[in-house]
């Protein structure tokens, strides 16, 4: 038999994927799940036909070109992209996939954790009762805003803000949204469209970022688009932490023009902005969007079936270059 193709693997992944990519490949494992340099990910590629990087390899067009020649595709274990130069595999002719729509779920579930846990406080609540400084139950302590009627803006209508929409109707929210072109009636279901973000902004009670993180997508909650959200409006931030302009969102937050920010992703992760740490109207957690069992082996499966594609010849489901 041949030998199998080498795979280079550069995060720890979950058993079942891992044993999959064990079966069908001389997979190059990270056991101790260690972060790779630009330089290692290229040394440890040599020989290998492909890489399956997470978020966390900036695979720029310096490590790309790099890359030794038996490099055919980059399978990301990630629907976002931002990490990935596309236009620098494209020109190496390595095929670029990534992993839509089996994270979906997960992703919309934790923006809507973030915007039930930022509008009713729960941080500080929970934080109350495991450093024991719950004093007495009152009624006019640890007061959040009522969820339930408001208006929700989604910023970025793709699979994961549709999926947050509807289970924000769940909460009898009036839905608004902003998205590069308009979605027909079937799947609007409703939702109020806006063409430029800006005038979407004062109908957001609540606003949910959803789309990718693009050079036009860069700062793109300023301190200038805050000013146009309703007094006491919330932020929820599931996408990429560069959408958002840090100066901005920490000074609207110190001064109460914004009642809370729910943020699962940051600029800079892991060492985010520690301002945010010191504030007390936030809800903040360590980019946990797609961290559910189910789809973190879902998010694999579907990164090998696409690497199985093209090493098979065949078109991969979801090729971006
Ligand atoms: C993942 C994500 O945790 O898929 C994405 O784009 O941001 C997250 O769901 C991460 O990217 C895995 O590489």
Same mark, same amino acid.
């Given at each position: 038999m041949?030998?199998k ?21 001389d997979?190059r ?7 790779y ?5 290229i040394e ?18 310096? *490590? ?12 990301? =274990?990630s ?13 190496r ?12 779920d997960?992703?919309?579930e ?13 941080f ?8 024991d400084?719950?004093? #007495?139950?009152?009624?006019? @302590? ?15 209508m793709?699979r ?8 924000? $109707? ?9 998205? $590069?072109?308009?979605?027909p009636? #079937? *799947?609007? #279901?409703?939702?109020?469209? @806006? ?7 004062p109908h957001?009670?609540?606003l949910?970022?959803h ?7 860069r ?7 805050i000013?146009? &959200? ?5 932020v ?10 840090d ?11 914004? =009642? ?18 010191? &504030?007390p ?11 559910? $069992? ?5 998010m694999? =499966?579907r ?10 010849g065949? #078109? ?6």
């Amino acid at each position: 038999m041949a030998d199998k193709p080498a795979v280079l693997v550069t995060r720890k992944l979950p058993d079942a994927v891992e044993a999959r990519l064990d079966r069908d490949y001389d997979a190059r494992l990270n056991a101790d799940d260690r972060l790779y340099s630009g330089e290692e990910l290229i040394e440890r590629s040599t020989g290998a036909v492909a890489v399956i990087p997470c978020h966390t390899e900036k695979l720029s067009a310096g *490590v790309i070109e790099r890359l030794p020649e038996t490099v055919r595709a980059i399978c990301s =274990f990630s629907v976002g992209y931002d990490h990935i130069d596309l236009n620098a595999a494209k020109a190496r002719g390595i095929v670029v996939t990534n992993t839509p729509d089996v994270l979906s779920d997960a992703t919309a579930e934790i923006a809507m954790l973030l915007l039930l846990g930022a509008a009713r406080r729960a941080f500080e609540g929970e934080r109350e009762i495991r450093t024991d400084t719950w004093a #007495e139950w009152s009624a006019i @302590h640890n007061l959040g805003i009522q969820v339930t009627g408001k208006r929700l803006g989604v910023v970025g209508m793709g699979r994961v803000g549709r999926i947050m929409a509807r289970r924000a $109707r769940g909460f009898d929210m009036e839905i608004h949204y902003h998205n $590069r072109r308009r979605l027909p009636p #079937e *799947v609007e #279901e409703g939702a109020i469209f @806006h063409e430029r973000v800006e005038d979407m902004l004062p109908h957001c009670d609540f606003l949910s970022i959803h789309c990718p993180a693009t050079p036009d997508t860069r700062h793109l909650l300023n301190a200038a688009r805050i000013a146009l &959200l309703p007094e006491s409006a919330v932020v929820v931030n599931t996408s990429r932490g560069a959408v958002v302009d840090d100066d901005a969102l920490i000074a609207a937050l110190r001064s109460g023009r914004l =009642f809370a920010a729910g943020l699962d992703v940051f600029n800079n992760e892991p060492h985010i902005d520690p301002r945010y740490r010191e &504030l007390p109207n936030t809800f903040l957690l360590p980019h946990i969007g797609s961290a559910t $069992r189910e789809t973190r082996d879902a998010m694999g =499966f579907r990164a090998l079936d696409n690497l199985d594609a093209i090493v098979a010849g065949r #078109e991969p489901r979801d090729r971006l270059v």
